[in-house]
């Protein structure tokens, strides 16, 4: 059996290589002499490096792909270089520049990462995954590549989208790389741009669907149980036909979670109970409108209704202070287009073919957007919610920034600086008459690496809707008042390592109160969290 690698081999495997953090003792140990600059670099200087460089790009798709390469040659020196300054490299990783990488995928490719199961080895993945090295998988984030944030189906090309997301997982919440695996189901493309492209990567074929597409889901979920009984699959800009049955499928039997539906939700819900220290109110006096019906407005009008209940409120009730807005209008339940999930919020109401009409109806004390289609909220319908609200609560949650119903300055100007105001994406600061504002970011980047950490720490068997409340309410606590004073309704992301560990720790609380983990309870839950948490450390 050979030894650990050495030589050019240590250099090119990106969990132990150091570069130029190498020792002399080290070169002369592992056959590196003469293979490294003759300086000993410390990590300092290393990340330091990596600031200078990446400050010196043009554009951000440029600094996406260098953190890529670094990540495909030093992990650690990746991770160190992340969470010295998350606030700077999250957009960087993720939203908005992962998008236009999922986009331009097939042209920027330079290494394999994570791994890709095509439908035509239907039978065969269990063979497949058994390739992948690690043999301890914890997480697995996996897309089908259809729904990639507000970009449409990018076929294969979505798998910057797990990869991303695991990044964060590591990044914000302190989740072991090691266990984690970005995974893309390409069942095909139905992209005619992509299927034309001598450079995409993909399977060249329309998608399959139905009764096929659900077995070839099923045996990739059963061959995850049998490899990786541990684990917990977290799905991924599906299709919303795809992902709410999906999720109801699962949800019961597997450790798993839809971050779009779930997440989505936990980190709207942080947001309006942030809101609620702003523009006052209980939870279960407000009455929310969802620009947007599909899987992301539904689970989040679910959560919030959920949570309703729990102070105290008919659920049924709930549901109905919840009102959805698509293409065809209003959800009323004199349509006969509605699909069964989005049926327990159609209200009892006359239809409303305009957005701006149906606020002036419903009265909504906030808006929520989802729908992917910029500039939706315009000046009607904001200068509508700030004649009906002292304090109008305006979330335009839409991915990439080119697709939020309005921006921050939109938002503030248009409400004469009165809106309670958070968004998918980041927008800079607002000066309105002298007065600063610090747009918030509902990004889910504050639940989905959280709950992560909590499921690791724990072992927990599954993931419950009452768990994203949890977590909800865990973020909104750590919200100061100075924070508030500047509009800033989630903790600064400046701080995010600091603010998911203490939500992974409540989560956990919850886990081991339900009897979900597979570990027994310690005295502190919190040093537990704390204890598993990977740290960008070079070992010896």
């Given at each position: ?156 090309g979505g798998m910057g989208i797990p990869i991303g997301k695991l990044s ?120 929310f409108l969802f620009l947007g019906a599909g899987s992301a407005a539904t689970g989040i009008a679910e959560l919030i209704s959920l ?234």
């Amino acid at each position: 059996m050979s030894g650990p690698p050495t030589g050019y081999d240590l250099l090119r495997n990106p969990r132990l290589n150091k570069g130029t953090a190498f020792t002399e003792a080290e070169r002369r140990a592992f056959g590196l002499e003469g293979l490294l600059p003759p300086a000993v670099t410390t990590m300092a200087l290393q990340v330091a490096r990596r600031h200078g460089e990446i400050a010196t790009l043009e554009n951000d798709l440029q600094k996406y792909l260098v953190l890529s390469d670094l990540q495909a040659r030093n992990e650690t020196l990746y991770y160190a270089v992340l969470m010295s300054d998350p606030a700077t490299y999250m957009p960087i990783v993720y939203t908005p520049t992962v998008g236009e990488a999922c986009q331009k995928f097939a042209h920027i490719f330079r290494q394999a990462r994570g791994m890709y199961l095509p439908i035509t080895v239907r039978g065969r993945i269990k063979e497949l995954l058994s390739n992948w090295p690690e043999k301890d998988v914890r997480f697995i984030v996996v897309t089908d590549g259809e729904r990639i944030l507000g970009l449409g189906d990018l076929g294969a090309g979505g798998m910057g989208i797990p990869i991303g997301k695991l990044s964060l997982y590591t990044a914000c919440a302190g989740v072991p790389p090691q266990y984690c695996l970005p995974i893309v189901l390409d069942v095909g493309t139905n992209n005619q741009v992509l299927l034309d492209d001598p450079l995409y990567q993909g399977l060249r074929q329309h998608r399959v669907r139905g009764e096929e597409y659900l077995a070839f889901v099923d045996e990739f979920v059963a061959a995850v149980q049998r490899l990786y009984p541990k684990c917990c699959i977290q799905w991924e800009d599906f299709a919303n036909f795809n992902a709410v049955p999906i999720l109801a499928r699962y949800c019961d039997k597997i450790c798993t979670f839809n971050d779009d539906i779930q997440g989505t939700a936990g980190v709207a819900l942080a947001g309006i109970f942030g809101a609620l220290r702003l523009s006052g109110g209980k939870l279960d006096e407000q009455r929310f409108l969802f620009l947007g019906a599909g899987s992301a407005a539904t689970g989040i009008a679910e959560l919030i209704s959920l949570a309703m209940g729990c102070e105290g409120m008919d659920l049924a009730a709930a549901r109905r202070r919840n009102a959805l807005f698509d293409i065809n209008g209003l959800l009323v339940t004199s349509r006969t287009d509605l699909a069964d999930f989005q049926k327990p919020f159609a209200q009892e109401a006359p239809p409303a073919s305009t957005f701006v009409e149906a606020v002036e109806a419903l009265r909504p004390t906030g808006i929520i957007g989802v729908s992917t289609v910029p500039k939706l909220f315009n000046r009607e319908v904001i200068e509508a919610m700030a004649r009906i609200n002292a304090r109008p609560i305006i979330f335009p949650y839409s991915n990439p920034t080119s697709r939020s119903e309005c921006t921050a300055e939109e938002a503030y100007r248009w409400s004469e600086g009165r809106a309670v105001f958070a968004s998918g994406s980041p927008f800079p600061l607002v000066e309105i008459n002298g007065r600063r504002f610090v747009p918030g970011q509902g990004n889910n980047v504050y639940i989905f690496p959280a709950m992560g950490m909590a499921v690791f720490a724990t072992e927990a068997k599954r993931v419950t809707e009452e768990m994203f409340i949890v977590a909800a309410q865990a973020v909104a606590e750590q919200v100061t008042e100075e924070d508030l004073s500047m509009g800033l309704i989630y903790p600064p992301q400046s701080h995010i390592l600091k603010a998911s560990l203490h939500v992974a720790e409540r989560i956990a609380g919850y886990i081991f109160d339900q009897g979900l983990a597979r570990v027994p309870r310690p005295d502190d839950v919190g040093a537990l969290v704390r204890a598993r948490a990977y740290r960008p450390l070079y070992g010896d």
